[in-house]
């Protein structure tokens, strides 16, 4: 089994940064890529970055300069630092990887349970 797990969510001023971790654990053959999605109340699912194996990434419009996604191939953690947050960040996110389990040998999304985030203004 494998789980996408985060921490690091919460209440902050517009103007001000966070960081969110998300560690993928459990019976992992590789990792094709990791990310984060966000999904604002009465909003779809968007994404926000991904970084792949090889340390690509595509960042949406809407985050770049201000987000900044980082990895730890050890630890299969990846971060997110978040800078500059504006009310329209309040989102829930929703870490994301492209990964194969031992047990399948395919790849797959798996997504973690979600970590609220709400700017205010």
């Known amino acids: 089994q494998v789980q996408l797990v985060e921490s690091g969510g919460g209440l902050v001023q517009a103007g001000g940064s966070l960081r969110l971790s998300c560690a993928a654990s459990?019976?992992?053959?590789?990792?094709?890529?990791m990310g984060w999605y966000r999904q604002a109340p009465g909003k779809q699912r968007e994404l926000v970055v991904v970084?792949?194996?090889?340390?690509?990434?595509n960042y949406a419009d809407s985050v770049k300069g201000r987000f900044t996604i980082s990895g730890d191939n050890a630890k299969n953690t990846v971060y997110l630092q978040m800078n500059s947050l504006k009310p329209e960040d309040t989102a829930v996110y929703y870490c994301?990887?492209?990964?194969?389990?031992?047990?399948?040998?395919?790849?797959?999304?798996?997504w973690g349970t979600g970590s609220l985030v709400v700017v205010s203004s």
């Open positions: 994301n990887g492209d990964m194969v389990s031992r047990s399948s040998l395919k790849a797959m999304d798996y």
């Open positions: 459990g019976s992992i053959y590789s990792i094709n890529a």
């Open positions: 970084i792949t194996s090889g340390g690509s990434t």
